[in-house]
Nanobody, 115 residues
Framework: QVSLVESGGGLVQAGGSLRLSCTAS????????MRWYRQAPGKQRELVALIRSGGNTNYADSVKGRFTISRDNAKATAYLQMNSLKPEDTAVYYC?????????WGQGTQVTVSS
């Protein structure tokens, strides 16, 4: 079993920055993909960014150029650096780990961007 713990959410003004962290613990298989999703009230959960074990990344169009995903494999931690935040980025952000056999989710961390 794998446990994911997110941190770093909070309240920030538009234009500000936050860095989310997701630390995995337990029986982690490699290779794997770590993803950040978000879900705003009344909306479906959407993929924000992903990073593969080797470091390749993908981003949703809505966050390209503003968000950066990274990972430290030695610490089993993924990060999401969010810059130039907009009110529409307000959501609960979830971490996901996919080792191609199992899928694990964190509990989510709230990000609120005020205008």
């Amino acid at each position: 079993q794998v446990s994911l713990v997110e941190s770093g959410g909070g309240l920030v003004q538009a234009g500000g920055s936050l860095r989310l962290s997701c630390t995995a613990s337990g029986n982690i298989f490699s290779p794997n993909i770590m993803r950040w999703y978000r879900q705003a009230p009344g909306k479906q959960r959407e993929l924000v960014a992903l990073i593969r074990s080797g470091g390749n990344t993908n981003y949703a169009d809505s966050v390209k150029g503003r968000f950066t995903i990274s990972r430290d494999n030695a610490k089993a931690t993924a990060y999401l650096q969010m810059n130039s935040l907009k009110p529409e980025d307000t959501a609960v952000y979830y971490c996901n780990l996919d080792d191609f056999r199992r899928n694990f989710w964190g509990q989510g961390t709230q990000v609120t961007v005020s205008s």
